[in-house]
């Protein structure tokens, strides 16, 4: 095999390594356990060590989604959804950009995946993230899991609108369908071509 070739085959493998995507939140539909939100009082993160994020050199978010419902029909509902680095306890910021608006369609008892995608996050190794979520537009309900389902599955923020800095002000034992993908960093790494 020539240089060259070698050299090709270095390039696809890596790419296609680069090409795997994870996911860290709850990707789980919990559909019957309950549904919560409109006219939100409060912000709500997943926050149990089994949904939050520890990030690898390289790790870069590519989208989010939520299991979620339009209660009211609305045409223009949507979500909010960010992605916080947790830097004391469940203290910390939303990364920069990482801030977005979800349309919400699926109808009222009967909820569906909602996404956002082509994101490109870029996470910091050895930090910790997890997501949140706030304030939508229209009449929209996030589906949660029954209470005392996790220990200490959810940090809860008094106020409407995500914030700029997370202060728990309270927490609970249940969690939310609200999950985010990613590119490993790793993915690409490891490939060894060997040249003779």
């Known amino acids: 095999m020539t240089l060259i070739?070698?050299?090709?085959?270095?390039v696809l493998l890596l790419k296609a390594g680069s090409l795997s995507a994870e996911t860290f939140g709850s990707a789980t539909d919990t559909t019957g356990l309950g549904f919560v939100g409109f006219g939100w009082t409060l912000c709500r993160m997943n926050a149990h060590a089994t949904l939050v994020h520890v990030a690898s050199a390289g790790d870069v978010?590519?989208?989010f989604s939520v299991f979620a419902e339009t209660v009211?029909?609305?045409d223009n509902d949507t979500i909010s959804v960010a992605l916080y680095n947790i830097t004391s306890g469940v203290g910390g910021a939303p990364i920069e950009g990482s801030a977005v608006k979800i349309p919400v369609t699926a109808p009222a008892a009967n909820g569906d995946w909602h996404t956002v995608s082509g994101l490109s996050i870029s996470l910091t190794a050895d930090s910790t993230y997890a997501l949140a979520i706030g304030s939508e537009v229209g009449a929209?309900?996030?589906q949660r899991t029954a209470d005392g389902s996790l220990t200490g599955g959810r940090s809860l923020h008094a106020v409407a609108t995500l914030a700029a800095t997370w202060t728990e002000s309270s927490s609970g034992n249940r969690y939310y369908a609200l999950y985010a993908t990613y590119t490993p960093g790793s993915a690409a790494a490891g490939q060894v071509i060997m040249i003779q």
């Open 5 to 10: 070739k070698i050299l090709i085959v270095a």
């Open 61 to 63: 978010v590519t989208g």
């Open 72 to 74: 009211d029909g609305g």
């Open 140 to 142: 929209v309900a996030c």
